[in-house]
């Protein structure tokens, strides 16, 4: 079969089209032939080395498709079922593996690719507004990448709980995007400081919480847009990781509260994954959450996905399609 490769770490050149042959499902596993994969920031890490895989690899945990043959030990999936999975392995290629109890069914009705498209940076986006920092009605989040894969679901997600809004983006096309997914207020954080643009905005008092997944150039502003007893919530690093702070600075800014969490932590029993895909899929299908897909590359083209994603080209959702 057809995969994307990573021999050696690096830059978006090292994803290699190679022929290899297909998996086979070890105990527990099932095979799935891809329909789609997402693409996901977490896979230009596992390029770079940021996050460490054992060479070679091929890149891609968030795919959708149909189970194509069981594992041994596996009850309950049957061959030719429509799935989506973030624990995937393998899933820029043509059949991929996935751990049985990180399956979910795609209920009739959601394409095979919206499905890929929302999985990942869905019920990231649920776990932040609904576990992490749970946002009531009234309190003030800030959005940074709010037109991103995860922004533009993370902003539909907030506002549904009645919070308002703050998006921050990298350019008026995706300002307007952020407007459209239900932001109250948009802020161009390359073209002005955003930390007192919020104190204005929330009348001197700061956001109840900052969602940061920009991380590098972005972790001092975020602290500095809280309330007293405010939460910085750093997911992520795409423009590199936050560097560890004094628990002091934390104090000095505010009693603050600090937290870096992972989807996999937040989908660790069989009960939380169900609750959040059902979720998911039942905002979709009730036109309630909307999954904006950017752009498709085809599984040759995985190099140019990462380009475009990492060089803020994409709002919402990039595939890669075998
Ligand atoms: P996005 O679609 O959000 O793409 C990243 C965006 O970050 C860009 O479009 C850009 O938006 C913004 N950005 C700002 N500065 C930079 C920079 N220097 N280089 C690149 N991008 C920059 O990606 P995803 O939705 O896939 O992921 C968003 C973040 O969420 C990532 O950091 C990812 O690691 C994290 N994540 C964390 C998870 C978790 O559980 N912890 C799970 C899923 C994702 P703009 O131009 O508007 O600034």
Redesign the pocket.
Known sequence: MRAIRVHETGGPEVLRLDEVSAPEPGPGQVRVRVVAAG????D??HRSGLYTLALPFIPGSELAGTIDALGPGVSGWSVGERVVTTGGVGGYAELALAPAEKVVRVPEGIDLKVAAAVA??G??AH??VHSTYPLKAGETCVV?????????LLVQMAKALGARVIG????DA?AAL?RGAGADEVIC??REPFAPRVRELTGGRGADVVYD??????WEGSIDSLRLRGTLVN??????PMPPISPLVLMNKGSLFLT???????IATPEELAWRAGDLFGWIASGRLAVRI?REFPLEQAAEAHIA??????????LIVP
């Open positions: 693409l996901n920031y977490i230009t890490y990942l940076q019920m990231t776990y932040l940074t990448a709010a037109a991103g894969g995860v922004g533009l921050l983006v990298g350019s995706k952020a954080y390359d997944s920009v991380g590098a150039s972005t997911f992520g690093n795409a423009s590199g870096r969490p992972t989807l996999w932590h937040y950017d994603l990492e060089s803020r080209q994409t709002a919402g959702k990039v």
